[in-house]
């Protein structure tokens, strides 16, 4: 675990008071009955963990498709704090996807989406995003879909020359695509 001050935590004396006005009086935690003054340390927690090979920072990975292909929000998202990010679903070939409306919001609250895979497919995104991926903050996991066994082993052995990819997801089931993945 490791152990930092406060302070040290936010920087500058308004940063602290903004934090302590975060906390509540008394935090349930053993030992620790208030707020933290200057001096005073907060644990972090050592959330890593080992994924077969991998060592992973934190158990927490983005879903796939939520960061896009992996790099379109890295001015907004410190990458370094998951564990890993899993790209949209790459096939071997180019999707366009399914036609407009994607997304609905429906009388309940809710949305419902059916992008259909759009994707760049295997080769653009080798092309486009290869050089972009944000390898050096985090793991990176492309998902994979394909139409039989052998496009998943197709796209994979495409994908393993490209440096930085820690590891796949196969995406086996798409319930917004007409074949609907492997049955």
Same mark, same amino acid.
């Given at each position: 675990?490791? +152990?930092?001050?406060?302070?040290?935590?936010?920087?500058?004396?308004?940063?602290? &008071?903004?934090?302590?006005? *975060?906390?509540? +009086?008394?935090?349930?935690?053993?030992?620790?009955?208030?707020?933290?003054?200057?001096?005073?340390?907060?644990?972090?927690?050592?959330? $890593?963990?080992?994924?077969? &090979?991998?060592?992973?920072?934190?158990?927490?990975?983005?879903?796939?498709?939520?960061?896009?292909?992996?790099?379109?929000? &890295?001015?907004?998202?410190?990458?370094?704090?998951?564990?890993?990010?899993?790209?949209? $679903?790459?096939?071997?070939?180019?999707?366009?996807?399914?036609?407009?409306? &994607?997304? *609905?919001?429906?009388?309940? =609250?809710?949305?419902?989406?059916?992008?259909?895979?759009?994707?760049?497919?295997?080769?653009?995104?080798?092309?486009?995003?290869? =050089?972009?991926?944000?390898?050096?903050?985090?793991?990176?996991?492309?998902?994979?879909?394909?139409?039989?066994?052998?496009?998943?082993?197709?796209?994979?052995?495409?994908?393993? =020359?490209?440096?930085?990819?820690?590891?796949?997801?196969?995406?086996?089931? *798409?319930?917004?695509? +007409?074949?609907?993945?492997?049955?």
């Amino acid at each position: 675990m490791r +152990r930092r001050c406060v302070s040290e935590l936010c920087g500058s004396e308004s940063g602290r &008071r903004w934090l302590l006005s *975060c906390l509540p +009086r008394r935090t349930g935690i053993q030992g620790f009955s208030g707020r933290p003054e200057c001096g005073r340390t907060i644990v972090r927690v050592d959330t $890593s963990i080992r994924m077969g &090979r991998l060592d992973l920072q934190t158990p927490l990975l983005t879903g796939s498709g939520t960061f896009g292909y992996g790099d379109e929000f &890295r001015s907004l998202v410190d990458y370094s704090r998951f564990g890993g990010v899993v790209t949209k $679903s790459i096939s071997l070939e180019p999707r366009p996807g399914n036609p407009p409306p &994607r997304i *609905c919001e429906t009388s309940a =609250g809710g949305i419902i989406n059916s992008i259909g895979l759009a994707n760049l497919g295997v080769d653009g995104f080798i092309a486009g995003k290869a =050089g972009v991926l944000p390898v050096d903050e985090t793991k990176l996991f492309v998902s994979v879909v394909g139409d039989s066994v052998e496009e998943f082993v197709a796209v994979v052995e495409r994908l393993e =020359g490209v440096a930085g990819i820690s590891g796949y997801e196969l995406n086996v089931s *798409c319930p917004n695509v +007409r074949r609907g993945g492997l049955d």
